[in-house]
Each structure stands twice: as C-alpha cells, then as structure tokens.
C-alpha cells in the first residue's frame, strides 16, 4: 500500500496541534491516547523533514548569493549582435 503524500507544513501543523489538544483534554482512554500520540510524533518527525529540507534550500539559495554573480560569454551564434 504506497504512502499518503505529505501535508503541507501548514496543515499538517494544524493537525499536530489538533492532536495535541486531543491529549491535552484529557478524556481519551488509554490506548486511544497512546494510538493519538504515536499520530503525534510521526507527524513531528514528517514536519521535522519538511523543515530541515527548507533550511538545506535556504542554505543552498544563500551559498548562490554570497558566491557571488558571473558574467559568461554566450556561445557563439547566440548573441544579439549582427
């Protein structure tokens, strides 16, 4: 069975905090806490991905930036001068 695709950080934020609030009520029996919970910490670990993955992005567009810009020679036959 493939997996479901992943929430966005938004939604799936939203749901985290539903869950947590779930919890925090205080009226789920035993296992229905324990199975809301486990819910829980995959979702955290999904949205822990999700954030490291924008970092190493951010990372990535920064080291683009601070390297600096390069100015390249077209090919030949590929610039605009007759």
Do not use: I, N
């Not at 609030?21 to 955290?44: D, N, R, T, W, Y």
């Amino acid at each position: 069975m493939p997996d479901a695709p992943q929430p966005s950080f938004d939604d799936g934020l939203d749901r985290l905090e539903s869950l947590v609030q779930k919890l925090e009520g205080g009226s789920l029996g035993l296992e229905e806490a324990l199975s809301v919970f486990e819910s829980g910490v995959k979702l955290s670990q999904q949205l822990q991905g999700q954030l490291a993955e924008a970092q190493r992005r951010v990372e990535v567009l920064k080291a683009g930036l601070e390297s600096g810009y390069r100015v390249e020679p077209l090919p030949d036959g590929l610039d605009d001068t007759p």
